[in-house]
């Protein structure tokens, strides 16, 4: 017997800066090609969570992050056209790198997430994060 299909495991980072922007890549492949994420992708075995969402921003950004919090497990099984992936999510702060987009990203700035149609869940997810933000 095979080992049981289970859901692949994601992590997706929220950056925002100063002016209230939050740092958005434009996808450079399907699904969703074209439109605006949150930069994010798979986690590598032996990989922590953590490790993943830093290193998934520098791939996908140029910037370096330092993880803030957590802000949620996004786990709707139909939330990826690719198949059931849970996409662990944390707030972030840029402390260094030069924003470029490369990897994943055909484009990354940073952006009002309000003034573009976001892929996946991703308005939710900024959502979430900027209200635990006003909380402060």
């Known amino acids: 017997m095979g080992a049981p299909e289970t859901p692949r495991l994601t992590v997706d980072v929220i950056v925002p800066d100063e002016r209230g922007r939050v740092l958005l890549i434009r996808r450079k492949r399907p699904p969703f090609e074209g439109r605006w994420a949150l930069p ?4 590598d075995v032996g990989e922590t969570v953590e490790s993943a969402a830093v290193r ?10 330092e993880l803030v919090r957590l802000v949620g497990v ?9 198949g059931h992936n849970v996409s662990v999510t944390y707030l972030a702060r840029a402390t260094g790198g030069e924003l470029a987009a490369a990897d994943d990203a055909s484009e990354a700035r940073f952006m009002d997430p309000a ?3 976001l892929a996946f869940d991703h308005a939710a997810i900024v959502e979430d994060a900027l209200r635990l ?3 402060r």
């Open 40 to 43: 994010g992708g798979f986690v």
């Open 133 to 135: 933000l006003e909380r």
């Open 74 to 82: 996004y786990s709707e099984p139909d939330r990826d056209p690719r």
């Open 115 to 117: 003034a573009v149609e």
């Open 56 to 65: 998934e921003v520098r791939e996908e950004t140029g910037l370096e992050v």
